[in-house]
């Protein structure tokens, strides 16, 4: 299998009633603490209403983040693109990507509020058609056009880039779920994806039916794709046994489906839990779920299971939320890049196949153990401190130490 890039995504997930300063810095900690240990990318999104969510600015937020970072990449999950003038969110992107180092990925979307569209008063009906075109707009600026266009709501006259960005080709990328919109799109534009539906049974199922419709798309704009630029989102909590994830994860989970999914979004069919053994039963362990709640094995199966699902992505993004406190969130982010990325990316083979070769062929290295035993025996000294030296506990890394047992 290819190797999987692994990234976080920072969505609605900050339960009301702590200070917004506190969670503000906590999550750049998570940002720092992610670049820390690897991991490629962090995705921060945009929202306006709900009060689960205060990151109206997703470039104002990773330029704080850029700061505190070295070489994580940092993406907009997403920009709503109807919300804004297309040349404001160029120029915007254009120098997050200076002050971040080209370090930037360009995500937008059509919004993912219906009580943002609300908000902003603009019918939702028109989202979906306003973020394609303005993608156009933006591709046109980044290459370099000088533009002249007239839209039912923006218009540019002469409208040309100061800077282009400095990546050459900054990596561009739509939100999907499961309507097949933001497939065809992407398949449109030649970009990439990131799919926000595989948090849920259906959208997880239908990952190879969406890649179709990207596919199709390709074909019929003459434009090409690759599974490498697609990500899929998926959530977890890990520790080091099911128990204890099970532990850390079952009451703020409960509270995030009851408060935040059934009660605030009243999405279709989310009905709250009765209480916090169900909650983790069915996202985690009932019929269908499809989140992690156990071990980093049981990650990695989890893993390869979608992979093998989906055919083949570029890109594993987990789902940041607040079902553990913040000391064992940030710990189950640090086992995943301690034991999963690895597993899952075959880091471990060789150092594996090393302890192997050295445990199964034994006889290559008796010559050697002559070889120190020879020198000890011309010593007389050394020969004499031999006959107490025979401890099991004897600090050495190297195979050649001689087996005292067999020599006397």
């Given amino acids: 299998m290819p190797r999987l890039g692994f990234g976080a995504f920072l969505a609605p997930h900050h339960p009301i009633g702590e200070h917004p300063l506190l969670q503000f810095r906590r999550d750049l900690d998570l940002v720092e603490h992610l670049d820390k240990l690897g991991y490629d990318e962090f995705w921060c999104g945009e929202h306006h209403s709900s009060g689960w969510e205060m990151v109206a600015s997703p ?37 997050l990507d200076y002050m971040t180092g080209g370090r930037v990925i360009f995500g937008s979307g059509p919004g993912a509020l219906a009580s943002d569209a609300h908000t902003l008063g603009i019918d939702p009906m028109l989202l979906r058609d306003r973020q394609d075109e303005a993608i156009g707009i933006i591709r046109r600026l980044f290459r370099g056009e000088r533009v002249t ?32 919109s933001g497939m065809t799109l992407a398949g449109k534009h030649g970009i990439g994806i990131i799919s926000i539906g595989s948090l849920s049974t259906e959208g997880l199922n239908a990952l190879p039916t969406q890649w179709g419709f990207a596919e199709q798309a390709a074909r019929k704009h003459g434009t090409t794709i690759d599974r490498k630029n697609w990500r899929v989102l998926l959530s977890w909590h890990i520790a080091e046994t099911r128990e204890k994830a099970r532990a850390e994860a ?124 020879a020198k000890i025996t011309e010593n007389a000294s050394a020969a004499e401190a031999l006959k107490v030296t025979k401890s099991q506990m004897l600090a050495a890394s190297s195979s050649n130490v001689p087996d005292f047992d067999k020599q006397h």
């Avoid at 937020?61 to 920009?79: D, M, N, P």
């Fill in 59 to 95: 470039e104002m937020f990773l330029a704080a983040a850029g700061e505190r970072t070295k070489r994580i990449k940092l993406a907009t999950g997403v920009v709503s693109l109807p919300y804004h003038h297309p040349f404001n969110v160029a120029q915007r992107m254009v120098q």
């Fill in 250 to 373: 079952r009451d703020g989970l409960m509270r995030h489906h009851n408060e935040y999914i059934a009660g605030t979004l009243q999405r279709p069919g989310a009905k709250p839990f009765t209480d916090p053994d169900e909650a983790v039963e069915k996202t985690a362990y009932g019929p269908g779920a499809v989140a992690t709640i156990g071990t980093p094995d049981d990650l990695i199966a989890r893993i390869k299971e979608v992979v093998a699902l989906s055919g083949g992505f570029g890109t594993l993004v987990g789902f940041v939320h607040d079902w553990a406190n913040p000391e064992n969130t940030f710990r189950s982010w640090d086992m995943v890049a301690r034991y999963v990325v690895p597993e899952i990316n075959g880091y471990l083979a060789g150092l594996r196949k090393s302890r192997e070769f050295v445990a199964t062929n034994r006889e290559y290295f008796e010559r050697a153990r002559d070889a120190v035993m």
């Fill in 149 to 180: 266009y007239q839209s039912d709501w923006f218009n540019l006259n002469d409208a040309a880039l100061q800077l282009l960005p400095l990546q050459e080709d900054m990596p561009f990328a739509v939100a999907s779920q499961i309507s097949p």
